[in-house]
Structure formats: structure tokens, C-alpha cells
């Protein structure tokens, strides 16, 4: 229930949390009672959620109007920051292999890497061109991260130590 619809629901299994972004508000749920813990307003078109529990820090993609990335504490849900990023920022993970939150835009093109610690205010994120609209990606633990893009029906891999694009599958 409630306002708006949804992309991407992210589980915090530890903490037993469900994270709904809810295009202009993220919903904050106990995953054994269905309780709304929290609600973070303020997002244009969010579409994802990131946590990386031990900076107490979660991240949600804000893919409406200009683009950022919301910044907000994971115990109180308040927000932190907006750091800028391109229009459409849509799916989002956090590599704890690599200790990089990664985000696409698909009107941007791009993957985004930024450290979790980064200044929620005055943060910039590195982009790097992936050669068409990217939806969503997954990390292998290993370095490297898979993201499809979906104008090309192709799955690009990009190398994070060298922030290049190493290979696109069919």
C-alpha cells in the first residue's frame, strides 16, 4: 500500500529490513511484522536502494529531475545529503568485496562508483561510459560488474580496479 509505485525492493537480511522506494518517498518495512519503520521523503523518481550496514549508511537512487543520490542513516532514516549525479539514476548495489556503492543511469549511459564514506554534500561520483542505457548490474566480488543494457540486449562487464569497460556479451 501507499503512494507511488515501485522499481527495485532491497532486503537487509540481518536487520530484517525491506527498502521500497516508492518514486518520491522510501519505505522502510520490518520484514517479520510488515511494519512501516520509516518513510525518507524528498526523492523525484527513486528507483533503488543501497545499505552498507557498518557505516550506517544506506543510499537511494533519485533517477527524477536533474538525478542524485539520496544519502541517509540507517538507524534514524534521516537524510544525510544529495549527491548529484545524471538523470535516471536507477539500479544501485554496494561491493563489499571492492567497498564501492555502484549506480547506473540509463539516459547517462553510465555506471557511477563512489566509497560509502564519501561526503553526502559535496561527494562526486566517477562515471564511466558504458555504451548504452544500463537497468541493472551485479558484482562479482571479484572486481568486476555485470550490467545489462537493455537498448543493446547486450551485457556489458567493467573491470572496477581499471574503471574500463572489458568485454560486452550477447
Given at each position: 500500500?501507499g503512494e507511488g509505485a515501485w522499481d527495485?525492493?532491497?532486503?537487509?537480511?540481518?536487520?530484517?529490513?525491506?527498502?521500497?522506494?516508492?518514486?518520491?518517498?522510501?519505505?522502510?518495512?520490518?520484514?517479520?511484522?510488515?511494519?512501516?519503520?520509516?518513510?525518507?521523503?524528498?526523492?523525484?523518481?527513486?528507483?533503488?536502494v543501497a545499505v552498507v550496514p557498518k557505516?550506517?549508511?544506506?543510499?537511494?537512487?533519485?533517477?527524477?529531475?536533474?538525478?542524485?543520490?539520496?544519502?541517509?542513516?540507517?538507524?534514524?532514516?534521516?537524510?544525510?545529503?544529495?549527491?548529484?549525479?545524471?538523470?535516471?539514476?536507477?539500479?544501485?548495489?554496494?561491493?563489499?568485496?571492492?567497498?564501492?556503492v555502484l549506480a547506473v543511469s540509463g539516459?547517462?549511459?553510465?555506471?557511477?562508483?563512489?566509497?560509502?564514506?564519501?561526503?553526502?554534500?559535496?561527494?562526486?561520483?566517477?562515471?564511466?561510459?558504458?555504451?548504452?542505457?544500463?537497468?541493472?548490474?551485479?558484482?562479482?566480488?571479484?572486481?568486476?560488474?555485470?550490467?545489462?543494457?537493455?537498448?543493446?540486449?547486450?551485457?556489458?562487464?567493467?573491470?572496477?580496479?581499471?574503471?574500463?569497460?572489458?568485454?560486452?556479451?550477447?
Amino acid at each position: 500500500g501507499g503512494e507511488g509505485a515501485w522499481d527495485y525492493l532491497t532486503v537487509d537480511a540481518p536487520s530484517h529490513r525491506l527498502y521500497v522506494p516508492r518514486t518520491t518517498h522510501t519505505q522502510v518495512i520490518d520484514e517479520e511484522s510488515g511494519k512501516v519503520l520509516g518513510d525518507i521523503s524528498g526523492q523525484k523518481g527513486a528507483h533503488g536502494v543501497a545499505v552498507v550496514p557498518k557505516l550506517n549508511r544506506g543510499f537511494i537512487t533519485d533517477g527524477g529531475g536533474t538525478g542524485a543520490i539520496i544519502v541517509f542513516d540507517l538507524k534514524t532514516y534521516a537524510v544525510l545529503g544529495r549527491i548529484q549525479t545524471v538523470p535516471d539514476s536507477d539500479g544501485i548495489i554496494y561491493d563489499a568485496s571492492q567497498n564501492l556503492v555502484l549506480a547506473v543511469s540509463g539516459d547517462g549511459g553510465t555506471l557511477m562508483t563512489f566509497r560509502p564514506d564519501i561526503d553526502p554534500v559535496n561527494g562526486k561520483v566517477v562515471s564511466i561510459d558504458l555504451g548504452g542505457k544500463p537497468e541493472f548490474l551485479a558484482a562479482d566480488g571479484a572486481g568486476k560488474v555485470f550490467i545489462n543494457l537493455e537498448d543493446k540486449d547486450l551485457v556489458a562487464v567493467v573491470d572496477l580496479k581499471s574503471g574500463k569497460v572489458i568485454n560486452r556479451w550477447p
